[in-house]
């Protein structure tokens, strides 16, 4: 054989290894191995994996295993990753507009009217934009219920946050806390747990009910606050170029695998919650308390404060913020 001929074999049979492997994903997450988001991602992979006859095979990899958090992005650039199920607002810093998207605050009464937004409101398009531009195809969102704030003093309005010494992660969030008073203090989660026992600490910014307890916030945390202030997106994306080397058909029932596993965490992240709240009360005395209407409006007007800030630091965030607004608009909430 000539060595032009041997160029040419080798070229073709990297072409067709290339071809084979097109649908070998590593994604991170953004929870540990043991968490339930992790694990419905293992169960969602295998089972994507069977129906598309082995085409789309996904490493699923908790969080932490590659890189940080805040890094995925870059590592699926450089090759390191190929896509993530992460939160946009862990690239706030990168991205005003991933800021924006990832967190809607007090806009919306709960998660489930927030993601209508995704179907009816123009979101998904919107966000499916704003990621090509990282190179990257955002798959489907993922459901993530209301956050609440672990607190060892009573809060029962925005006005009681005045004052209060609190963890918070930074980003939207943080702004809005910041506008009502709170003295903010950014933490590890971790760092957090002890400093709560140490008295460095009022309160905290951090998940929802059941993994707030797991984490052990609630032994010194007597008082649960459900105040609306963040509602955080999580979402699944992948490579652009991955996600373009996938079949139609094999692109269709991975859009349709997320989709039906955001609505399973639907159901079994509320069930987790009911359940870690039950234990709160009865084994560790802990007072669950929402703001009411009022309070709940006022953390509304706030949030707009908040979006015309960041809205302002780029097109794309404002683009992100019209929408929103628009949205709302049609189902009553402005």
């Not at 509602?231 to 996600?243: G, N, P």
């Not at 794309?316 to 019209?322: F, G, L, T």
Request: charged share 20%.
């Amino acid at each position: 054989m000539t060595l032009k001929l041997k160029l040419l074999a080798a070229a073709g049979a990297a072409v067709f290894a290339s071809a084979a492997g097109a649908g070998d994903l590593k994604m991170q997450t953004f929870l540990g191995a043991n968490a339930s988001t992790t694990k419905a991602f293992e169960a969602m992979a295998a089972k994507l994996k069977e129906d598309t006859g082995g085409e789309v095979a996904i490493t699923v990899l908790p969080g932490g295993a590659v890189v940080g958090a805040g890094e995925t992005i870059d590592a699926i650039q450089n090759g390191l990753l190929d896509g993530q199920y992460t939160a946009p607002s862990y690239f706030a810093g990168k991205d005003a507009a991933l800021g924006v998207l990832g967190d809607t605050l007090a806009a919306y009464p709960d998660s489930a009217t927030r993601d209508r937004w995704f179907t009816e409101g123009g979101g998904l398009e919107l966000a499916r934009a704003l990621y090509a531009k990282y190179d990257l195809h955002l798959v489907c969102p993922v459901y993530w219920p209301s956050e609440q704030i672990p607190s060892k003093v009573e809060i029962g309005s925005v006005a009681d946050l005045d004052g209060i010494k609190m963890r918070a992660p930074g980003g939207l969030a943080s702004d809005l806390l910041s506008r009502a008073g709170a003295a903010l203090v950014t933490m590890g989660v971790g760092e957090s747990v002890t400093a709560m026992e140490t008295g460095v600490l009022d309160a905290t910014d951090l998940a929802n009910v059941a993994l707030n307890v797991a984490l052990g916030m609630h032994n010194q945390a007597k008082y649960s606050v459900l105040a609306r202030h963040s509602m955080a997106v999580t979402e699944m994306s992948v490579s652009l170029d991955k996600w373009n080397a996938l079949s139609t058909e094999s692109q269709q029932k991975f859009e349709a695998a997320c989709n039906a596993m955001s609505s399973d965490l639907q159901t079994t992240l509320s069930d987790e919650d009911a359940a870690a709240e039950a234990k709160a009360k009865d084994e560790l005395g802990v007072t669950f308390i929402a703001f009411g209407d009022e309070d709940a409006s006022k953390f509304r007007a706030m949030t707009n404060e908040v979006w015309a800030d960041w809205g302002a630091k780029s097109a794309d965030a404002q683009a992100v913020v019209d929408s929103h607004k628009a949205f709302m608009a049609t189902i009553g909430l402005n």
